[in-house]
């Protein structure tokens, strides 16, 4: 199945791609070909690699969700990235669009998320409860627009469907997650949640990189003015 792969950023050691929303990042019970397939189908047509192609998945994000995922091409960068993730050596910044206005110009949520696996779904709640664990991101009010807002988000930590929980609690759900108390669903299934860039010293160059992903290509995020910052 061919299939079309925006890279961001490529070299010996890693593997930068835009991953378009309805993707999954990894095989899934829906059993479409994943971002992951893709890739190493990619690595080995265009270096021609007869044997198995080493790919290493550093992050992911949700199927429904667009942009930035990165992909080391060695075990060396892998086991380096992987330890840069745990000690929080690499930022990743997002954009939503909410549900709602007024939102604050700038806050910081920190919330507790208790992951339910058989239905896929995280809660959040203000203080601990058993098997939750502790949620923080920043974010920033860009623009209000219609009925919805655009927020640029700073993710502290990496928890299961961590921003569209924690923006659902404070009633301002992610447009078209349905999951999470959006009204309406997207024309294309997908949620308006964008991972639009990854900041990180290079694991084996060491020289810093900060790689931007285009924003998808539908009406609500083409309509956002052109003179903003993201």
């Not at 709640?125 to 502790?134: G, I, P, R, T, Y």
């Not at 759900?173 to 290079?202: A, F, M, Q, T, V």
């Not at 009406?219 to 052109?226: E, G, I, R």
């Amino acid at each position: 199945m061919a299939m079309k792969i925006n890279v961001l950023y490529e070299d010996n050691h890693i593997l930068i791609l835009n991953k378009s929303s309805g993707i999954p990042v990894q095989k899934d019970s829906s059993n479409d070909i994943s971002l992951y397939e893709i890739a190493k189908l990619y690595i080995k047509k265009k270096y021609q690699k007869k044997n198995n192609v080493f790919l290493g998945l550093v992050h992911r994000i949700d199927r429904p969700v667009s942009g930035c995922v990165t992909f080391a091409k060695t075990s060396k960068s892998l086991k380096r990235l992987n330890e840069m993730f745990k000690k929080n050596l690499i930022k990743k910044t997002y954009l939503a669009i909410v549900c709602g206005v007024n939102l604050k110009k700038s806050e910081t949520l920190e919330h507790w998320l208790l992951k339910k696996p058989k239905i896929n779904k995280s809660f959040a709640f203000l203080k601990h409860v058993e098997k939750s664990k502790k949620a923080c991101l920043q974010y920033e009010n860009m623009f209000s627009f219609e009925n919805y807002t655009l927020l640029k988000i700073d993710l502290k930590t990496g928890r299961h469907h961590q921003i569209r929980t924690q923006l659902s609690k404070i009633g301002h759900p992610i447009k078209g997650d349905l999951k999470y108390g959006s009204k309406r669903s997207n024309k294309n299934k997908s949620i308006s949640l964008h991972s639009s860039s990854i900041e990180l010293i290079h694991p084996v160059k060491k020289n810093k990189l900060f790689i931007k992903a285009n924003l998808p290509k539908d009406d609500l995020w083409s309509a956002l003015p052109s003179c903003l910052d993201v």
